[in-house]
């Protein structure tokens, strides 16, 4: 009976992740269209196979939002876009509506407990 939770499961899962695909596809090529191939923060161009590093960001973070316009599209390559989406986190922490990933127990050992004694030259 696991088994058959375990196939389903991973048969969801898989299928979810086709459906993105799919939709991320569609509104990638249409931004390709509609865009110059140059990234909005940079301003690399890319090209040939190096085209691939350009991703669609989403202006407002809500990847179901595609206007046919794509006025809430910008091109950005991969760098810039992990530097957006890292820039959204960190904002959204000091405004104290953490993301998960950012929601982790505090450490248990302290780096600089000892620091006086290294500073004094006790060991």
């Keep these: 009976m696991d ?6 499961s991973q048969a969801i899962i898989a ?4 459906e993105r695909a799919l939709r991320e596809a569609s509104y990638r090529e249409r931004a390709l269209k ?9 301003g690399r161009e ?5 085209l691939r590093e350009l991703t669609v960001h989403h202006k407002d973070h809500n990847h179901d939002h595609n206007p046919p316009d794509g006025s809430n ?3 950005l390559c991969i760098y810039c876009h ?3 989406h890292g820039r959204h986190e960190v904002a959204e922490w000091y405004t104290g509506e953490a ?7 505090p450490a248990l050992d302290s780096p600089f407990a000892k620091l006086g004694d290294l500073l004094k030259g006790k060991k």
Excluded: I, M, Y
């Design 34 to 42: 509609l865009f110059p191939h140059v990234c909005a923060r940079c």
């Design 15 to 18: 299928a979810a992740r086709r």
């Design 46 to 50: 890319l090209s040939g196979k190096r």
């Design 73 to 75: 599209w910008e091109l």
């Design 99 to 105: 993301p998960e990933e950012a929601e982790r127990s």
């Design 3 to 8: 088994q058959r939770k375990t196939n389903t």
């Design 82 to 84: 992990d530097n957006e």
